[in-house]
């Protein structure tokens, strides 16, 4: 029986497994400053838009009209990801965003922001498919799940230090320094893609030409099973189970009685409990479909429970399991869709996923608010909750019964004698 002393030793070799790679410490030190820099941003287009309009559907119309192109265009982005060299199309998508941001430090027109908005979503049809497949170059493929958890980590801090440092800037210096520092931010990235070593970047295939466009990844994806099931469940889960950004707002001033500190608190005790899901994943390294539907059961189950909190603290105490959770199994997705599947076809199938976020996310938002305002808060999250239950383990019994018929399959296979009928 090992000693625990080694066991421990285990876990942090296994968290910090990808920094021993220079390439991965650049780019985590890059999309940390990035990351910072571009919710800064948010929280001072917000800001703006709110300022100006006095309207919150403006301001969900700027988050729609980043969120439309990655649905228009995401298919295309990534068959383009799984064709073209990553790291010449990372520097331009950082540089075309560095001007948005310049533009918007120069004029705040209601045109320009919508304009920048779309521009944007139309940079993360292209850049989103290709930052995924280029993460899974950055380190060997056995470190791929930790790195992912490291990145949801940085993520998580970057978002953290981000809203704060620009909530305290936004107030003294106005919104245009907040566009500033992500414009700067963006060349910080760009110089660390510069710095890189391109002969220590894990060489993936590259598709045949006939296996290179949108169709091929659709028929790829088509003959996926498992795949299929993940994503749907991800595209459940994430409708209906992660927008706690409408939930909490909504149940802190409604039913738990509290004040916009109770908000705060909330948000809070959300981020924390991210980080600390990206760090328990990155430590034990298990990204696998077990770990993935636990872990959807688990926060499904505890989103229902939320509805049932008496007050700010339980609802509190509620969210911190429920954000740990909702990192470990995202990034748990996002892990098993790159080792599942083939490598030359990872563009694409990254596309996919955005493309389910997106969607998500556009569905998930007016629908989970639709439901506070008709069934109230506590209505919602126990509804939501029964129901991404019960996909959760509709998508268990799904993945038990194609694995079970894999292996029988494979079993008769290697059964039959060669030349027998089928």
């Known amino acids: 029986m090992p000693r625990r002393g080694a066991l421990r030793l285990g876990v942090y070799e296994s968290m910090f497994l990808p920094l021993r790679e220079r ?3 650049l780019w985590a030190v890059a999309d940390l400053v990035s990351t910072g820099g571009t919710w800064m941003q948010v929280l001072g287009l917000n800001w703006l ?15 729609m009209l980043q969120s439309l192109p990655v649905l228009v265009l995401g298919s295309w982005g990534g068959a383009l990801a799984d064709r073209l060299p990553a790291r010449p199309m990372l520097i ?10 310049l533009a918007l430090v120069l004029h705040t027109g209601h045109i320009l922001i919508f304009a920048t908005a779309l521009a944007s979503g139309v940079i993360s049809a292209f850049e989103g498919p290709v930052l995924g497949r280029f993460g899974s170059a950055l380190v060997p493929r056995e470190a791929l799940g930790s790195a992912l958890a490291l990145g949801s980590v940085l993520s998580s801090a970057g978002r953290i230090g981000g809203m704060a440092l620009g909530g ?4 003294v210096t106005g919104p245009a320094v907040l566009f500033l520092i992500n414009a700067l931010s963006y060349l910080g990235v760009i110089g660390a893609l510069t710095a890189m070593r391109p002969g220590d970047l894990r060489i993936l295939p590259r598709p045949a030409a006939a296996d290179g466009g949108v169709r091929a990844g659709l028929r790829y994806l088509a003959g996926s099973p498992v795949v299929l099931v993940v994503l749907a469940l991800s595209f459940v889960l994430g409708s209906l189970g992660r927008n706690y950004q409408v939930t909490m707002a909504a149940m802190a001033a409604g039913p738990l009685h509290g004040s916009s500190g109770s908000y705060g608190l909330l948000s809070t005790v959300f981020a924390v409990g991210a980080v600390a899901g990206g760090l328990l994943l990155a430590g034990s390294g298990r990204s696998t479909l077990r770990v993935l539907l636990a872990t959807g059961v688990a926060i499904s189950v505890l989103q229902f429970c939320s509805g049932l909190a008496p007050d700010v ?4 105490g509620m969210l911190l399991p429920i954000a740990a959770g909702a990192v470990v199994f995202d990034t748990v997705v996002s892990t098993r869709i790159q080792l599942d599947t083939r490598e030359d076809m990872r563009g694409r199938v ?14 998930g ?18 509804l939501a909750g029964v129901v991404t239950t019960v996909t959760a383990l509709a998508a ?4 038990a019964w194609f694995r079970g018929y894999r292996l029988a399959l494979v079993r008769r296979l290697t059964l039959r004698p060669a030349g027998m009928p089928g």
């Open 313 to 316: 603290f339980g609802f509190a």
């Open 23 to 25: 390439n991965y410490r």
């Open 365 to 382: 938002a007016p629908t989970v608010g639709w439901l506070c305002d008709t069934i109230g808060p506590r209505g919602a999250l126990l």
């Open 396 to 399: 268990t019994a799904a993945l």
């Open 168 to 171: 305290v800037l936004v107030g």
């Open 92 to 101: 331009a998508c950082q540089a075309l965003r560095a001007l948005l941001a």
């Open 49 to 63: 838009v709110l300022a100006q309009t006095g309207s919150a559907a403006r301001m969900g119309i700027v988050v």
């Open 350 to 363: 990254l596309a996919t996923v955005g493309i389910v976020s997106s969607l998500s996310g556009i569905a």
